[in-house]
């Protein structure tokens, strides 16, 4: 009964906070929130890379541009539990766009001419082993997604990409709930760069969310992380016992990406 009651209050609490969350980016963001698509693409070692590459460079990121879906990301996995594999990052706020967009490619005679080797290839020769995606919406708190500025300067740059999946739908609130009331803001000064955070819609092994930080290099990384648990901000709001009387979060996935030379991200 204890414990009922103690979920009871958390949850009010939770629904109350993510009502009114407390960003900077929600003042100033001046537009709907985004939705992002994120494709992973898992490849074999040899011509299917190549063709992937070729594929979205010159083909699927051009026509996605032409439906007003930029910045697309693309990302090769550089360490994780399967290579290769491709991610791309498709961000947009037209949902319907997002959900027909394999639709609308179909119906563009330049992506089809440009894209031909890997859209039609023979089955015996498929371009790529399976695709997976998963439908993301923006927090609240953070409606669109920031561009690196190493992006605009072509700089050296990597992106981590951190899926968190709890074991019930109040758990994965409080989580959310967490970036809300505080984490946006420990990662920006512990010199993590935030990209996107969201909630999956549509996908596997929900309730998760998903979020991206950038970073210059795997030290800037682990100097970034060992700030961020060393925070005064952090320690009090993990020990808050709104989050600590119960594992909020069952299971992480996190891999380091690196940008393809094409990524517009």
């Known amino acids: 009964m204890q414990r009922r009651n103690f979920l009871a209050a958390a949850l009010a609490t939770s629904a109350a906070a993510l009502a009114s969350p407390v960003s900077a980016q929600t003042s100033d963001s001046g537009g709907s929130r985004e939705y992002y698509q994120l494709r992973k693409y898992t490849l074999r070692s040899g011509p299917q890379g190549r063709l ?7 083909a699927l990121i051009p026509a996605l541009n032409r439906l007003g879906l930029s910045p697309i990301g693309a990302f ?4 994780g539990p399967h290579t290769p594999t491709f991610y791309l990052l498709i ?3 037209n949902l319907q766009t997002l959900v027909d967009v394999d639709l609308l490619l179909a119906k563009d005679a330049a992506f089809l001419k440009a894209g031909e ?5 023979p089955a015996k020769e498929p371009p790529f082993e399976r695709i997976e995606s998963t ?4 927090f609240d708190g953070y409606p669109k997604l920031t561009l690196p500025a190493a992006t605009a300067q072509k700089a050296k740059r990597i992106f981590q990409l951190r899926t968190y999946e709890s ?3 109040a758990d994965h609130i409080r989580k959310v709930e967490m970036f809300h009331h505080g984490e946006f803001e420990i990662f920006r000064r512990s010199g993590c760069g935030n990209v996107f955070f969201s909630d999956a819609m549509i996908g596997p092994n929900l309730p998760k969310l998903t979020y991206m930080l950038t970073f210059p290099d795997m030290d800037a990384l682990n100097a970034g992380w060992e ?8 320690k009090k709001l993990s020990a808050d016992p709104r989050y600590s009387f119960e594992a909020i979060v069952s299971d992480i996935d996190n ?11």
Request: net charge negative; glycine share 2%.
């Open 167 to 169: 074991p019930t739908p």
């Open 255 to 265: 891999l380091v990406l690196t940008p393809a030379p094409y990524s517009q991200i």
């Open 76 to 79: 090769r996995v550089e360490f």
């Open 52 to 58: 992937t590459d070729q594929f979205f460079s010159e």
């Open 135 to 138: 439908l993301l919406k923006s």
């Open 117 to 121: 080797a890997f859209w039609s290839a």
């Open 227 to 234: 700030k961020f648990r060393a925070d005064p901000d952090w």
């Open 91 to 93: 961000p947009g706020t």
